[in-house]
């Protein structure tokens, strides 16, 4: 039983590239979350799913699109990275969105 | 203002030390309080988790929430150079799926 499973852990990229970052949790939730996790900000709300075929967007959605592939996967897209997409990213999965159980995260630098 | 407010720190105490960790928050609509751990360079981890005003205790750990004063605390006895880490508040309502998260206050418990 792996949890959340985050990758890649670890990425460069340079302004202007495009990268997926994918996660994919075996707890049978139905409910998907990405969190970005800057210094001084907190964790903040990109974009969530609340069931398989259902994609919101969360408080920091811009320049982001989500896909949710199925009920166990959910990735992240930056379509044109910029400067300001350096962060680490969550991922988390729940049954009930109080009790969200997290991924380990991928560190993301944009140069 | 934002929502969530929370110390930043760090807090450094001795081993065996009562801690108190806190957040004050804005909204009304909030019904769910959470704490998470966080290790450095790893996800979070919820440790406990109330629904509306009231105590809850989990060994060492004991969360408050007072929703008169839109206060919440988490309260660790015993403290050990295990429990270093940050401490993330987390609240949901308001018919969104994610949490809101505080910033998260850097504990460092010395040996």
């Known amino acids: 039983n792996a949890g959340v499973t985050q990758t890649p852990k670890f990425q460069v990229l340079k302004t202007g590239q495009s990268m997926t970052l994918q996660c994919a949790q075996d707890?049978?939730?139905?409910?998907m979350y990405w969190y970005r996790q800057d210094p001084g900000m907190g964790l903040r709300l990109i974009y969530y799913s609340a069931s398989e075929g259902t994609t919101d967007k969360g408080e920091v959605p811009n320049g982001y699109n989500v896909s949710r592939l199925n009920k166990r996967e959910f990735s992240l897209r930056l379509e044109s990275a910029a400067p300001s997409q350096t962060s680490v990213y969550f991922c988390?999965?729940?049954?009930?969105?109080?009790?969200?159980?997290f991924g380990p995260g991928t560190r993301l630098t944009v140069t | 203002q934002k929502e969530v407010e929370q110390d930043p720190g760090p807090l450094s105490v001795p081993e065996g030390a009562i801690v108190s960790l806190n957040c004050t928050y804005s909204?009304?609509?909030?019904?769910?309080f959470m704490w998470y751990r966080q290790y450095s360079r790893k996800g979070p981890e919820l440790l406990m988790y109330t629904y509306s005003s009231g105590n809850k205790e989990d060994g060492r750990f004991t969360a408050q929430v007072d929703k008169s004063s839109k206060y919440i605390s988490l309260f660790i006895r015993d403290s050990q150079p295990s429990d270093s880490a940050t401490y993330l508040c987390a609240m949901r309502g308001g018919g969104a799926d994610g949490l809101t998260f505080g910033k998260g206050t850097h504990l460092i418990i010395q040996p």
């Open positions: 988390a999965s729940s049954r009930v969105s109080y009790e969200q159980y």
């Open positions: 909204n009304s609509a909030f019904q769910y």
């Open positions: 707890m049978n939730h139905n409910s």
